[in-house]
């Protein structure tokens, strides 16, 4: 009987001894799992970061070359042409400024005489204005090769000039309006026009993107995009 029992005591704590070993081999299973775990989300998340920052440095290597946003100043070349191309709006609200230039004759000095020669050749030679339009679109609004501050900048000048052919088919079909509403109507444009361009050109020439004009500027953002 004593033997017996005494070897069923050592059963019972072997018993207990095995229990005890598998417990803490769980355990240590658990832990080596929750290690490996880790170390994966650790590796993962390393490398999300590494390619986030591989993207941010791509990106601001493109905003450079654009010359744009806050990454680059464009150079003085990009600063001419994005200037250069509001002549095509100043050029075709010149009309509308017809009332201005008889009562106010210093105006007329001051835009008239210089844009004289470019003038000549604008409205001079038959469909070069449509040309020029149609070539800066192509070649430079929808090349994506080019800055993006020389094509927001074209974009711009081209649907101010765009705005402008309302007004025109108005004044040709709308002849029976009062005088002085038409003279009103056309100074009114002329002004606006001539300060949008003004804005335009005196932001470009510091390096700024001028694209405060209302409705105008939203609209061009929407067409030319960030890039």
């Known amino acids: 009987m004593y033997l017996h029992n005494s070897m069923r005591s050592l059963s019972t704590a072997a018993f207990a001894a095995s229990g005890a070993h598998l417990r803490g081999a769980?355990?240590?299973?658990?832990?080596?799992?929750?290690?490996?775990?880790?170390?994966?989300?650790?590796?993962?998340?390393?490398?999300?970061?590494?390619?986030?920052?591989?993207?941010?440095?791509?990106?601001?290597?493109v905003l450079m070359r654009m010359g744009g946003g806050n990454y680059g100043d464009p150079s003085a070349l990009q600063r001419a042409a994005a200037c250069a191309v509001y002549l095509v709006p100043l050029l075709d609200s010149l009309s509308f400024g017809r009332y201005v230039f008889t009562k106010v004759?210093?105006?007329?000095?001051?835009?008239?005489?210089?844009?004289?020669?470019?003038?000549?050749?604008?409205?001079?030679?038959p469909f070069f204005?449509?040309?020029?339009?149609?070539?800066?679109?192509?070649?430079?609004?929808?090349?994506?090769?080019?800055?993006?501050?020389?094509?927001?900048?074209?974009?711009?000048?081209?649907?101010l000039d765009i705005a402008l052919i309302i007004p025109q088919l108005?004044?040709?079909?709308g002849q029976g309006v009062p005088p002085q509403i038409a003279e009103n109507l056309s100074t009114s444009l002329f002004y606006a026009m001539l300060l949008a361009v003004g804005y335009a050109i005196s932001s470009n020439v510091r390096g700024i993107t001028p694209n405060q004009i209302p409705v105008i500027s939203d609209s061009v953002e929407a067409q030319i995009g960030p890039f």
């Open 26 to 61: 769980r355990r240590s299973a658990a832990v080596v799992r929750s290690g490996v775990n880790g170390g994966s989300a650790i590796c993962t998340f390393g490398a999300v970061t590494a390619r986030s920052a591989r993207v941010g440095v791509i990106r601001r290597g």
């Open 170 to 173: 108005f004044s040709a079909f």
């Open 129 to 159: 204005a449509f040309g020029v339009f149609l070539a800066l679109y192509i070649l430079v609004v929808r090349n994506t090769e080019l800055p993006r501050f020389v094509r927001f900048n074209t974009q711009q000048a081209l649907t």
């Open 105 to 125: 004759p210093i105006v007329a000095d001051v835009l008239l005489l210089p844009l004289a020669p470019v003038l000549a050749i604008y409205r001079g030679i």
